[in-house]
């Protein structure tokens, strides 16, 4: 993000600066006005220009996000989710402080999102941490979202990896899930949880016993709802025979649509929404920069596919000949343009969407204005098909 510094708002309007500079006005808060710069060569530019308060138009939230009963509940979230992993630092990130946590949740709200997710393998705790410090005052504005199951202590479930020094287990049994959750509470400072992810769903201990160590969680006031994450169409079965999940989080993309297409079906039989993770594919849909470039070992982007032949010229002929006309056409960044896609594939969907800095967050609420023609989104996933892959290791 970059500061303008030639306008003078005595002299001149922002509408006059737009003008006279290209861009548009994407939104307007109480100390900034959001221009947005869609024909530079990059993915977007979105520059603030500071204002006193008196000059501006407050925004109204409500009509520019969208909401979206979650499953069977009554928590009325925003379509687009903020994804927290960033913020846990480590050797898949870097570092972060309290200061990105708040910067991620002011623009968040400011967009109108109330929706934030993070789970305590991020960072091995530290996200849960930065959040929680963040919400202070403020912990009824958002619903907040963690996981259970993942856990780095010793000797506490079914080995799953190594990372930073610890060794992370898997264990969905009851007390397993318990001792999350506490652990949880005590990290992010809050008295409850609004949803309770099972990060993955493991068949070595039966659905009944997790499903009913949740049941008992939401009886206590400890969590509101629950779902389950990187899991098949029979777990949403076997967690509904015995309980009420509200929504399951999988993978889900223009380059690895299959498991979302397949999950379908069992979200609108038991009521569940689909909350997609991976929209962005890490980065590999947000701009041709991204294939070419290098990654540390331990970085998830290189365990990814698209950096390889030869789905690498493939997906440099698409961003070539079909994806960057496209967002000429429409006037939208990369990312807007696969967001809008995603959104229009399922109609119980949430779109989690990770950052690590407000103008991305900012550029990817825009995604909600952005109509896609049907033709272009045929055009989309019947161009795509020679890139796309069925399994990803992440």
């Given at each position: 993000m970059k500061r303008i510094a030639d306008h003078d708002r005595n002299r001149e309007s922002e509408d006059q600066f737009c003008r006279r500079t290209g861009g548009h006005i994407f939104y307007r808060r109480s100390h900034a006005v959001i221009i947005a710069y869609p024909s530079e060569k990059v993915i977007r530019t979105l520059s603030l220009i500071s204002l006193s308060s008196d000059d501006i138009i407050p925004s109204d939230k409500e009509s520019f996000m969208k909401y979206r009963t979650l499953g069977n509940t009554n928590l009325n979230a925003s379509v687009i989710a903020l994804g927290t992993w960033g913020l846990g630092g480590g050797s898949v990130w870097e570092d972060t402080d309290l200061s990105s946590a708040d910067n991620l949740l002011s623009a968040a709200a400011d967009?109108?999102?109330?929706?934030?997710?993070?789970a305590p393998v991020y960072g091995m705790g530290r996200s849960e941490e930065l959040l929680g410090r963040a919400l202070r005052g403020k912990r009824d504005k958002f619903l907040l979202q963690t996981k259970c199951s993942l856990n780095w202590r010793r000797e506490d479930g079914i080995f799953k990896y190594a990372r930073d020094g610890y060794t992370v287990n898997n264990n969905t049994e009851k007390d397993a899930i318990l001792r999350d959750v506490e652990e949880s509470l005590s990290r992010m400072q809050t008295d409850y949880i609004d949803v309770l992810i099972v990060h993955y769903v493991n068949s070595s201990w039966p659905a009944e016993e997790t499903v009913a160590g949740l049941e008992d969680l939401v009886r206590e006031g400890k969590i509101r709802a629950y779902g389950i994450s990187n899991s098949q169409p029979a777990d949403l079965d076997a967690y509904a025979?015995?309980?009420?999940?509200?929504?399951?989080?999988?993978?889900?993309?223009?380059?690895?649509?299959?498991?979302?297409?397949?999950?379908?079906?069992?979200?609108?039989?038991?009521?569940?929404t689909?909350?997609?993770y991976g929209a962005l594919e890490e980065g590999y849909l947000t701009g041709p920069n991204h294939l070419?470039?290098?990654?540390?070992?331990?970085?998830?982007?290189?365990?990814?596919?698209?950096?390889?032949?030869?789905?690498?010229?493939?997906?440099?002929?698409?961003?070539?000949?079909?994806?960057?006309?496209?967002?000429?056409?429409?006037?939208?960044?990369?990312a807007n343009l696969f967001e809008a896609w995603t959104l229009r594939q399922y109609d119980n969907l949430s779109l989690l969407i990770g950052s690590r800095h407000p103008e991305t967050i900012l550029d990817t609420a825009r995604c909600l204005d952005l109509e896609l023609d049907p033709e272009d989104l045929k055009l989309l996933l019947e161009t795509a098909e020679p890139v796309q892959v069925k399994e990803l290791d992440k």
């Open positions: 967009c109108g999102i109330n929706y934030i997710d993070t025979a015995h309980g009420n999940p509200a929504l399951v989080q999988e993978q889900y993309s223009l380059l690895a649509p299959s498991h979302g297409e397949s999950y379908f079906p069992a979200c609108t039989k038991h009521h569940a689909f909350q997609v070419y470039r290098s990654y540390k070992p331990g970085d998830i982007r290189a365990r990814l596919p698209w950096n390889t032949e030869p789905y690498q010229s493939g997906l440099k002929k698409l961003y070539d000949e079909v994806w960057t006309p496209l967002t000429e056409k429409y006037h939208c960044s990369y």
